[in-house]
């Protein structure tokens, strides 16, 4: 079955204690994104990757790290969470900008 | 800067059709895209435009768009109960980078 798979689903952690959430596609995609979901805001795109070691900024960088060493696994990096960094992360894949962009499940991350 | 903007919320009579309107600011973009965000679930592409484009019918969708100003709009005709959800618009860059709007919730009354 196609998808896009993330760990944790839900993470209750401290400020400053480091964290990695992890993404999983199965379909052989070459783009990979991470975006956080606020209220009121939409969602932002954090960081995307369009092919394995090339990855790219988005709008809300700061504060998050992410590698692309293979082509199925895109993991999203907090070095040290904040409490502005509570909110709900998704990860996507696609094959093409016009492609069908699968969405994880979702991963919801409280700082505090 | 690069900014998409929606109206929060549009509350339809099951049967009408809806009108969903976004605003974006980058002359840039290469597509547009509208999503379907049911509770708890992640988000599901609807269709997308090239920017190039004025308009583009997928079944009972329909969207506009009006490079001049800017403006990008989604119609569901005869819309149903099921329906009911966040749509998101979205432009892509060139580059890869993709900025989203709030969303819109769409209610849908039976």
């Known amino acids: 079955e196609a998808q896009v798979t993330q760990n944790p689903r839900y993470l209750i952690t401290v400020t400053g204690k480091k964290l990695t959430v992890t993404c999983s596609q199965n379909?052989?995609?070459?783009?990979m994104s991470w975006y956080r979901q606020d209220p009121g805001l939409g969602l932002r795109q954090i960081y995307y990757?369009?092919?394995?070691?090339?990855?790219d900024k988005g709008d809300v960088p700061e504060g998050y790290k992410v590698s692309r060493k293979e082509k199925r696994n895109f993991p999203l990096i907090l070095e040290s969470p904040s409490p502005n960094q509570t909110s709900l992360y998704f990860c996507?894949?696609?094959?093409?900008?016009?492609?069908?962009?699968?969405f994880g499940p979702g991963t919801r991350l409280t700082v505090l | 800067g690069e900014d998409v903007e929606q109206s929060l919320f549009l509350s339809v009579r099951e049967g009408d059709s809806s009108v969903i309107n976004c605003t974006y600011t980058?002359?840039?973009?290469?597509?547009l895209y509208w999503y379907k965000q049911e509770p708890g679930a992640g988000l599901q592409l609807l269709t997308y435009?090239?920017?190039?484009?004025d308009m583009k019918q997928d079944q009972r969708l329909t969207v506009l768009l009006n490079k001049k100003d800017k403006h990008l709009s989604l119609r569901i005709a005869d819309t149903q109960t099921g329906d009911s959800a966040i749509y998101f618009c979205?432009?892509?860059?060139?580059?890869?980078?993709?900025?989203f709007g709030q969303g819109t919730t769409l209610q849908v009354k039976p």
């Open positions: 996507a894949s696609n094959k093409g900008f016009t492609d069908t962009q699968y």
């Open positions: 379909m052989n995609h070459e783009y």
């Open positions: 990757s369009m092919n394995v070691e090339v990855t």
């Open positions: 980058d002359s840039s973009s290469t597509y």
């Open positions: 435009i090239f920017s190039n484009m």
């Open positions: 979205a432009e892509s860059m060139d580059t890869g980078k993709l900025i």
